[in-house]
T-cell receptor, first 113, second 115 residues
Framework: GENVEQHPSTLSVQEGDSAVIKCTYS??????FPWYKQELGKGPQLIID?????GEKKDQRIAVTLNKTAKHFSLHITETQPEDSAVYFC????????????FGGGTRLMVKP | KAGVTQTPRYLIKTRGQQVTLSCSPI?????VSWYQQTPGQGLQFLFE???????NKGNFPGRFSGRQFSNSRSEMNVSTLELGDSALYLC??????????????FGEGSRLTVL
């Protein structure tokens, strides 16, 4: 089955700096890669996603890049703000697997004011 | 529009008991998935239901089961509880569009503690 590894497990940055979280996946048939943000006491919330036919996607301060050959994808957050502090999860799924997402282990991002 | 609602939010059970968790998806969403979240294993897929049929099942023992009703509400049941079943159980719903993956909307979860 699919295996998704995520690094780092914790990341501390100063407000205004950039943050990068990296994930690798094992199943070459995976074609959908979402990123979720989970705040304390809440369920995960989708912040951005990318499909395998796209190499990069950007939404304001957030961007995701995908390298299908190397089977890794990354989340980039620029101009970090204290409200970006949360746990971020990458995930992967394949077309024939419906909503069966395989999640990475999570990255706790702390943005210091 | 109301979000995904899960009940109960917190519950404590003892080993050997069973538990039923409930999930009401966003209105119009016909797909409901369940995930288990623990500090050690992270987020793991349990199962997915669409139109009252189980479409996918994760790698969990048969003690974990679920169902979906005609109004898309879903329940999951865990029988013969073990200490390791202590976790946050998350329900997520999605508006299915041609079977392609899309945004999952998660509830706040039901936190189960097994003593």
């Amino acid at each position: 089955g699919e295996n998704v590894e995520q690094h780092p497990s914790t990341l501390s940055v100063q407000e205004g700096d950039s943050a990068v979280i990296k994930c690798t996946y094992s199943d070459s048939a995976s074609n959908y890669f979402p990123w979720y943000k989970q705040e304390l006491g809440k369920g995960p919330q989708l912040i951005i996603d990318i499909r395998s036919n796209v190499g990069e996607k950007k939404d304001q301060r957030i961007a995701v890049t995908l390298n299908k050959t190397a089977k890794h994808f990354s989340l980039h957050i620029t101009e970090t703000q204290p409200e970006d502090s949360a746990v971020y999860f990458c995930a992967a799924s394949r077309k024939d697997a419906g909503n069966m997402l395989t999640f990475g282990g999570g990255t706790r991002l702390m943005v210091k004011p | 529009k109301a979000g995904v609602t899960q009940t109960p939010r917190y519950l404590i059970k003892t080993r050997g008991q069973q538990v039923t968790l409930s999930c009401s998806p966003i209105s119009g969403h016909r797909s409901v998935s369940w995930y288990q979240q623990t500090p050690g294993q992270g987020l793991q897929f349990l199962f997915e239901y669409f139109s009252e049929t189980q479409r996918n099942k994760g790698n969990f023992p048969g003690r974990f089961s679920g169902r979906q009703f005609s109004n898309s509400r879903s329940e999951m049941n865990v029988s013969t509880l073990e200490l390791g079943d202590s976790a946050l159980y998350l329900c997520a719903s999605r508006w299915v569009l041609g079977g392609s993956p899309g945004e999952l909307f998660f509830g706040e979860g039901s936190r189960l503690t097994v003593l």
